[in-house]
C-alpha cells in the first residue's frame, strides 16, 4: 500500500542544520505533487515547501533562503535541508503527497497521503 516514512528529525541549536527525509513506498513518488508541513504547538498546519513532477518548487516566505526542497526519484525519496534553524522552526514535520495535476499548491487539505511525522526541536 501507499506509504510515506519520515525520519531525520532531532534538537538542533539555533543556526543549526538538519536533513529530513521521507521514503515513499507503493507508488512512484516522481508523478505526485509532494511536501511538507509543519504542525507547530498550538498552530494550524501549515505548508513549508512543495515540489511539483517537473521540479517546480514553492516555500513559504519564513524558509525561503535557508530550506531547500528535493528528490530523489530513483529511490522514491523527498529530502527537506534546513539551515540556519531558528526555535520557530520547530515543531512536527510531516511529509504529504497527493497526484500532480501540474499545479502543486501548499494546501495541506489537498494533500491525502501523510507520513506519522518527524520531531524537530530548536533551542536558542
Known amino acids: 500500500q501507499e506509504q510515506l516514512v519520515e525520519s531525520g528529525g532531532g534538537s538542533v541549536q539555533a543556526g543549526g542544520s538538519l536533513r529530513l527525509s521521507c521514503a515513499a513506498s507503493g507508488f512512484t513518488s516522481s508523478g505526485y505533487c509532494m511536501g511538507w508541513f509543519l504542525q507547530a504547538p498550538g498552530k494550524e498546519r501549515e505548508g513549508v515547501a512543495v515540489?511539483?513532477?517537473?521540479?517546480?518548487?514553492w516555500y513559504s516566505n519564513s524558509v525561503k533562503g535557508r530550506f531547500t526542497i528535493s528528490k530523489d526519484n530513483a529511490n522514491n525519496t523527498l529530502y527537506l535541508q534546513m539551515s540556519s534553524l531558528k526555535p520557530e522552526d520547530a515543531g512536527m514535520y510531516f511529509c504529504?503527497?497527493?497526484?500532480?495535476?501540474?499545479?502543486?499548491?501548499?494546501?495541506?487539505?489537498?494533500?491525502?497521503?501523510w507520513g506519522q511525522g518527524t520531531q524537530v526541536t530548536v533551542s536558542s
Open positions: 504529504a503527497a497527493r497526484p500532480s495535476t501540474g499545479y502543486c499548491p501548499p494546501l495541506w487539505r489537498q494533500f491525502f497521503l
Open positions: 515540489i511539483d513532477r517537473d521540479d517546480e518548487t
